[in-house]
């Protein structure tokens, strides 16, 4: 007995297709690619801006009650952080102004959708309770003026 006696009456089972490849979504990666760009830039501006800030007090010299007194939140690592802390702090309030905006105006319109569509239901309810003696008079109307059905014979 062979292989070809086995599948005399019954055909070789066909080979499933193989599975398609997963999809690779770009999306995600165009959004960490943004996110990581504007953090890159936020720390590179606030680099910038320290040492701009800090090298305009160069050569000033501030005395107080005989205590000297450096001019700067912006000098050191303190002030990078200072700065860097208010860039993040303004980046999540622009996310969150970016996500929240849209998702109130959506539910406001779906509030507006909702009252109109209860509006327009009530008045269609109002509508057909007041109309509801003509609905009957058409009905009797229709009755009376359709054309008979012809008997047929069943086969």
Same mark, same amino acid.
Do not use: Q
């Given at each position: 007995?062979? %292989? ?6 019954? @055909? !070789?089972?066909?080979? @499933? @297709?193989?599975?398609?490849?997963? *999809? &690779? *979504?770009?999306?995600?990666?165009? /959004?960490?690619? &943004?996110?990581?760009?504007?953090? &890159? $830039? ?7 801006? +320290? ?7 160069? #050569?000033?010299?501030?005395?107080? %009650?005989?205590? %000297?007194?450096?001019?700067? &939140?912006? %000098? ?10 208010? #860039?993040?702090?303004?980046? !999540?309030? =622009? =996310?969150?102004?970016?996500? +929240?905006?849209?998702?109130? =105006?959506?539910?406001?319109a779906l509030? /507006? ?10 008045? #269609? ?12 008079? $058409? =009905?009797?109307?229709? /009755? ?5 059905? *012809?008997?047929t014979m069943?086969?």
């Amino acid at each position: 007995m062979n %292989d070809e006696d086995i599948y005399a009456f019954n @055909p !070789v089972p066909a080979a @499933p @297709p193989p599975p398609a490849p997963p *999809r &690779l *979504r770009l999306w995600p990666w165009v /959004l960490g690619g &943004l996110l990581l760009l504007t953090v &890159l $830039l936020l720390a590179g501006g606030t680099a910038a801006l +320290v040492s701009v800030l800090s090298s305009a007090h160069d #050569g000033v010299h501030v005395t107080i %009650d005989g205590e %000297d007194w450096t001019p700067g &939140l912006l %000098d050191g690592a303190s002030g990078l952080l200072a700065l860097t802390g208010v #860039g993040f702090g303004l980046m !999540v309030a =622009l =996310l969150c102004v970016l996500l +929240v905006v849209p998702l109130t =105006l959506l539910l406001v319109a779906l509030g /507006l959708g909702l009252g109109l569509g209860g509006v327009v239901l009530a008045l #269609g309810l109002v509508a057909a309770v007041v109309l509801s003696p003509l609905w009957l008079l $058409l =009905l009797i109307l229709w /009755l009376a003026l359709r054309p008979k059905r *012809r008997a047929t014979m069943a086969a």
